[in-house]
């Protein structure tokens, strides 16, 4: 009876222990393999430095861009949204834009990272043909629109943020659809586009009293196993 209690103490604070080893990856977060665990809708395109604008991480960068998109509603059943999700949500009234997603799998606690710039050929800032970027997790969440602020861009496109970085920490342990998108808005002729790169998630960290403990406890379950079995030789 020991002997069973105690392979099924260790068994389990090693279970325990592995849980600790990391998220699940997001599968080529910098795009390095085109769009290899990707799925797209709309203008897309992986691109280089030689669009003008060097990518975060590694060679190679993933771009949408809203002319030639597909309509609003397309991309929110692809993105899967409800309908009208993107305008109530940013408050925008869009025509047509492009997306990407990728089903992830994360843990309450951990962190998804990214970096995005968006690009847009309208005037800024600008209210009506409010161009925006978005970013769908668990709600859509603004990223940048035609009011944020700007650098002349060595892109195709007149203007850009330049790369900047994205956070946030999962509350909930679910498969997710993690979806980036840009939009047009009050016109379907003038060109944004959303540049995204160094997708990332990480495992949230616990104490390092917390792992001692369930090390120790490992440890010593499996110490008293060795002596119960020299006993019984």
């Given amino acids: 009876m020991f002997k069973k209690v105690s392979i099924a103490t260790a068994s389990a604070t090693l279970a325990t222990l592995s849980t600790f080893s990391g998220a699940s990856a997001i599968v080529n977060g910098s795009f390095e393999n085109g769009f290899t665990g990707w799925s797209t809708i709309g203008d897309t395109s992986i691109e280089d430095s030689s669009f003008g604008t060097a990518p975060s991480d590694g060679n190679f960068n993933a771009l949408m861009n809203s002319d ?72 859509l969440e603004l990223l940048a ?24 920490t999962f509350s909930e342990t679910a498969n997710y659809t993690l979806g980036f998108g840009v939009v047009n808005v009050g016109d379907t002729i003038v060109n944004s586009g959303l540049l995204i790169d160094n997708v990332e998630l990480t495992a949230s960290t616990p104490e390092p009293t917390t792992i001692l403990s369930l090390f120790t406890t490992a440890c010593g379950a499996f110490s008293l196993l060795k002596r119960n079995q020299k006993k019984e030789v």
């Fill in 145 to 168: 629109d035609t009011n944020s602020n700007f650098v002349t861009s060595m892109t195709p496109v007149s203007e850009e943020t330049g790369y900047q970085s994205f956070s946030f």
């Fill in 68 to 139: 030639f998109g597909v309509s609003e509603s397309e991309l929110e059943a692809f993105l899967g949204l409800g309908l009208g999700d993107i305008d109530s949500s940013l408050n925008i009234d869009a025509t047509i834009g492009s997306g990407i997603k990728q089903t992830i799998f994360a843990e309450a606690g951990d962190t998804l990272t990214f970096d995005f710039n968006f690009l847009t050929n309208e005037f800024t800032p600008e209210e009506f043909f409010n161009d925006s970027a978005f970013v769908s997790i668990t709600s």
